[in-house]
């Protein structure tokens, strides 16, 4: 069953997603940092506000996902801000987390040496959120 | 009475410059991420500064699937990073963006040389071989392209 985009089921299902993955599991080994996810608003799309994802990763295990304001995912070690729209480009495999971060579409912050050497956890990630059927809040 | 003439204190070398600037005023993603990257192992792994400070070589690196590039003049101990190819390269990596960041991936073994027999390695090398990637200049400037590669390198 669809879950509403980045509502607290939709974050459950996610973590959820990651701690299945075999794949995640050895690609992020050795990760010890928190990932914010900031999904900027796009009032015309239904997203009023700015909302964060805040991620607990670590050692290939998602110890914690929850849905929070943008200024605590602002807040993590590492930070992938974008619109709503380009989220969802992400989510529906329309824009590939990596192109889209070289062009600019992904905006990154964090230490740059650290997340090259996780790009395949990275990339596995984005897969997982791709597993989880979302409502879109432009399409309800 | 002060003297003006030049003292013991004239020879020593201030550094004071920033190892990587950017030659357009508007960087590109690519190109922030990747003046960023080399930055930030230069100036945190000491094997990886005394490559950049003895590279003198203008490389090139297309990425294909989005269109972009940059062109990474190093300078011995100075890189200016340039939207686009610029004329005069050296060597132009072509690739997708995951081969790309997977350049970055490659592990540095024994003589500084990288690993190709490794997950990482055999992938690049595949590339390669099936022509999804590209090396123009590579005839002559094997040691450059190695010395960049370390530069890169992300891994261990």
């Known amino acids: 069953m669809a879950v509403n985009a980045f509502s607290d089921e939709w974050a459950v299902r996610f973590k959820d997603e990651v701690n299945k993955s075999s794949v995640y599991k050895a690609a992020a080994k050795g990760w010890k940092w928190t990932v914010g996810l900031v999904i900027e608003a796009e009032p015309d799309k239904n997203v009023p506000e700015s909302v964060g994802v805040v991620m607990d990763l670590f050692d290939g295990e998602a110890r914690d996902i929850h849905v929070g304001p943008a200024s605590e995912a602002q807040s993590c070690q590492f930070v992938i801000t974008a619109p709503y729209t380009r989220w969802k480009q992400v989510a529906t495999k329309e824009l590939d987390a990596t192109k889209g971060m070289l062009q600019g579409k992904l905006k990154l912050k964090g230490d740059l040496p650290t997340i090259v050497r996780y790009t395949k956890a990275s990339q596995e990630l984005t897969e997982c959120t791709t597993r989880v059927p979302v409502q879109w809040p432009d399409e309800r | ?156």
Do not use: C
């Not at chain 2, 190892?19 to 000491?46: C, H, K, Q, W």
């Not at chain 2, 540095?108 to 590209?134: C, H, N, S």
């Open chain 2, 1 to 156: 009475m002060h003297d003006a003439g030049p003292g013991p204190m004239a020879r020593r070398k201030v550094k004071t410059s920033k190892p990587v600037t950017y030659a357009d005023a508007e960087p590109s993603a690519f190109a922030s991420m990747l003046g960023g990257l080399i930055e930030a192992n230069v100036e945190s792994r000491p094997e990886r500064k005394k490559d950049f400070d003895s590279l003198a070589a203008r490389v090139g690196i297309w990425v294909t699937d989005i269109d972009e590039g940059v062109t990474l003049v190093f300078e011995r101990g100075a890189l200016l990073v340039h939207n686009g190819l610029e004329p005069k390269r050296d060597i132009t990596i072509r690739a997708d963006a995951d081969t790309v960041m997977n350049l970055s991936n490659l592990k540095i073994g024994l003589f500084g040389m990288p690993v190709y027999y490794d997950e990482v390695g055999r992938g690049v090398a595949l590339k390669l071989l099936q022509g999804k990637m590209r090396i123009d200049g590579l005839v002559g400037n094997l040691a450059t392209l190695n010395t960049v590669t370390r530069i890169f390198s992300v891994a261990g």
